[in-house]
């Protein structure tokens, strides 16, 4: 445990990386929202009844793939250099990426409860708060950001752990098998004429069911991440 701790300590030396650049981002994000609502605001003459919402809280969990792309890139090499497992090392830096993914759930959250207090800021403008996301609570809406974050981290470090282990080729080969599931997922769709049902599955999905899905589908990456991770090269 005690190694764990040091690779954890080693990721956030650049605290940037983890907290800071994620943290930027959200925060410019709100602003430019707010600011977007102002304009919005005071470009009409008749006040706006109707609550506006924003999809900018998505701009920093894009941002924790290419996290977990520096997560290992940055730190891998340094860490086997300085004898550290690679059970531990992936241990470590998961921990990490899973603390600074509640320290943005929880924003989240604070963010949340204060819009809904304030009805929006006091316009009705909501960033933080989407109702389908808190439609089981507040818990919920934690979780639900907590495993889209943890969710992009694992993609990202697994597609850089890949490449470490197998190079370019495989990397877009892997990539380009993805594309073609999906395609060919979309086709048997169309020819069962099924679109309407999946139309009908994602609208009646609640944000709950969603980041439980999303939580196991993070536990195979995981799993498929230190799998690639044992053989490596530094």
């Given at each position: 445990?005690?190694?764990?701790?040091?690779?954890?300590?080693?990721?956030?030396v650049?605290?940037?990386?983890?907290?800071?650049?994620?943290?930027?981002?959200?925060?410019a994000?709100?602003?430019?929202?707010?600011?977007?609502?102002?304009?919005?605001?005071?470009?009409?003459?008749?006040?706006?009844?109707?609550?506006?919402?924003?999809?900018?809280?998505?701009?920093?969990l894009?941002?924790?793939?290419i996290v977990?792309?520096?997560?290992?890139?940055?730190?891998?090499?340094?860490s086997?250099?300085?004898?550290?497992?690679?059970?531990?090392?992936?241990?470590?830096?998961?921990?990490?990426?899973?603390?600074?993914?509640?320290?943005?759930?929880?924003?989240?959250?604070?963010?949340?409860?204060?819009?809904?207090?304030?009805?929006?800021?006091?316009?009705?403008?909501?960033?933080?708060?989407?109702?389908?996301?808190w439609?089981?609570?507040?818990?919920?809406?934690?979780l639900?950001?907590?495993?889209?974050?943890?969710?992009?981290?694992?993609?990202?470090?697994?597609?850089?752990?890949?490449?470490?282990?197998f190079?370019?080729?495989?990397?877009?080969?892997?990539?380009?098998?993805?594309?073609?599931?999906?395609?060919?997922?979309?086709?048997?769709?169309?020819?069962?004429?099924?679109?309407?049902?999946?139309?009908?599955?994602?609208?009646?999905?609640n944000?709950?069911?969603?980041?439980?899905?999303?939580?196991?589908?993070?536990?195979?990456?995981?799993?498929?991440?230190?799998?690639?991770?044992?053989?490596?090269?530094?």
């Amino acid at each position: 445990m005690n190694r764990t701790a040091n690779v954890v300590r080693m990721q956030l030396v650049n605290r940037q990386t983890f907290v800071g650049l994620p943290l930027l981002i959200l925060f410019a994000a709100f602003a430019i929202t707010l600011a977007i609502y102002g304009i919005i605001i005071f470009s009409v003459s008749d006040p706006i009844e109707e609550p506006m919402y924003s999809g900018g809280t998505q701009a920093p969990l894009w941002y924790f793939a290419i996290v977990g792309i520096q997560a290992l890139n940055l730190t891998f090499p340094f860490s086997q250099a300085m004898s550290v497992t690679r059970r531990e090392f992936f241990s470590g830096t998961v921990l990490t990426a899973a603390g600074t993914s509640l320290v943005l759930a929880v924003t989240y959250l604070v963010g949340g409860l204060i819009e809904r207090a304030t009805d929006g800021w006091g316009f009705n403008g909501y960033f933080f708060y989407l109702p389908w996301i808190w439609e089981h609570g507040a818990l919920s809406a934690a979780l639900f950001y907590f495993a889209a974050a943890m969710l992009a981290f694992l993609i990202g470090f697994l597609g850089a752990t890949i490449y470490k282990r197998f190079g370019l080729l495989w990397l877009l080969v892997v990539t380009i098998g993805l594309v073609i599931v999906l395609v060919a997922a979309a086709f048997l769709i169309s020819v069962f004429g099924s679109w309407v049902g999946v139309g009908e599955a994602f609208a009646n999905a609640n944000a709950l069911y969603v980041a439980l899905i999303g939580l196991g589908v993070a536990v195979v990456l995981a799993g498929a991440g230190y799998l690639a991770l044992r053989r490596a090269i530094p």
